[in-house]
């Protein structure tokens, strides 16, 4: 049984408005607490965001019904500060249970000692889809717009990469990975159906750990003819790992006659999906290390249990190579994260700017005014279709003489876009180092996508709530913001 939050007022609790924050502390949970408090001061606006909660969270089940789960105001609230704070589970499940205003925002008493333990924490806010947060920041963003309705007519995008939580992908650890999670599922089935074959599961893993390492020796240290040296020890690693997977295919096709139980045929595809990707980084290394071939980007794998990840070389400071996705982020002068796309593998800046900005400019009804971007997302048809969506467009040319021409005609609408785009470079280190979008500590692609709208949807909280104790106390440093007026 669920509730959206709990209508009983309590003798050891201040309702959720009337929780006394802090505006002279400059922690960052105390804006997203007062975004929170003005969130649920407007019933509707409330009303809507919970109801977008209850669909995923009783998708599969009724909430009248059954012991007592977390309200829906409390996994907002939980989900918010998560990475709104860029805490892990087990912080998170602290400040759950210590933090006062929190607790009493969540509408939790003092008499009341309600435990949350960091898995209810994670089991709970993982049932809310990507989408749903998604749009649960939409109508956030429109109620600051309400508060700041000229933040959206200047509008400023980049994008960035959003590090997965992997190790450096060489096709040797990528193999060892593979073989290491087979190995460990098919003993388990063939251990649970009494099925033979694995009985020297230990030493093969042994020699393929052997292997690895020795290739990983050999790598670091190079040396002359390094590369016909390693030759040798990889043959030797595609060897014992395709027997591996000939043995996990067979123990496969026999399961599939005998077991029929669901979590058996589970564990069977698992084992399958993982034999397939580790059979496609054993050709990637066969044909780069064997037959000398230039394998591209888009053919290899980067990671046994993230396959999403994409390699980029962005030519960073300190970062010339990042192993992640590309995210595209549009944020208003009032420092709102209004739009973000995360771009598919095979897709560039120049190839969504222009589909991401029309969705943009139709959402705020046609209120953009201003869009500035960087040298990244030009080209001459990109150019003349974003004309065509904002009037005032910054979009400066490649090239120091197509950028000389530019600037020497350039308007002061122009300059000032110009001036003012180095603002998102800001926007991007805060979700990279107050949000935690720097590296993704979720598993697989839906856990991807759940973090970076996670990561902005604190974000954007954080704003709101800023806004309102600028209204209510605009001298407290809670208040402070770093951003220019003209911004």
Known sequence: ?????????????????????????????????????????????????????????????????????????????????????????????????????????????????????????????????????????????????????????????????????????????????????????????????????????????????????????????????????????????????????????????????????????????????????????RQTARRRVLNGERVPNSEKLFSIFEPHTQLYKRGKAGEPVQFGRLALVYEDAAGFVVHHHLLPRDQGDKDVVVAQTRILQDRLNGQMESLSLDRGFHSPDNQQQLLGIVTGLCLPKPGAKQAAAQEATASVQFRQARQRHSGIESAIGALQAGNGLKRCRDRSEIGFQRYLVLGILGRNLHTLGRLVIAQQAPKSLAAQSQRKAAA
């Open 1 to 281: 049984m669920r509730q959206a939050f709990s209508r009983q007022r309590r003798l050891d609790c201040k309702s959720t408005k009337n929780v006394s924050l802090n505006f002279e502390c400059r922690h960052e949970i105390v804006p997203i607490l007062s975004g929170l408090q003005h969130i649920y001061s407007e019933p509707a606006l409330r009303d809507n965001i919970l109801e977008l909660i209850a669909q995923d969270v009783n998708e599969e089940s009724r909430g009248d019904c059954g012991r007592p789960g977390m309200d829906y105001w409390q996994i907002l609230v939980l989900s918010a500060v998560r990475l709104g704070c860029n805490v892990t589970y087990d912080a998170l499940q602290d400040l759950a249970e210590q933090h006062r205003a929190l607790r009493h925002i969540m509408g939790i008493g003092d008499w009341e000692e309600e435990r949350f333990n960091w898995r209810r924490i994670h089991d709970n806010i993982c049932l809310v889809r990507p989408e749903t947060i998604t749009a649960i920041d939409r109508l956030i963003v429109d109620e600051g717009h309400r508060l700041a309705p000229e933040a959206s007519k200047k509008i400023r995008a980049d994008s960035f990469v959003i590090n997965t939580n992997i190790h450096y992908p060489a096709e040797s650890t990528l193999i060892r990975d593979g073989a290491r999670k087979v190995i460990e599922l098919a003993v388990i089935q063939a251990a649970a159906w009494d099925l033979p074959g694995w009985r020297q599961s230990k030493h093969l893993l042994k020699k393929v750990h052997k292997l690895s390492r020795r290739i990983q020796r050999l790598a670091s240290r190079k040396g002359p003819n390094y590369r016909e040296r390693l030759k040798t020890p990889y043959r030797q690693l595609l060897h014992v790992s395709g027997k591996i997977l000939r043995k996990a295919r067979r123990l496969c096709d026999e399961l599939d006659a005998s077991c029929t139980d669901i979590a058996s045929c589970l564990s069977v595809q698992q084992i399958r999906t993982l034999a397939d990707r580790t059979e496609q980084v």
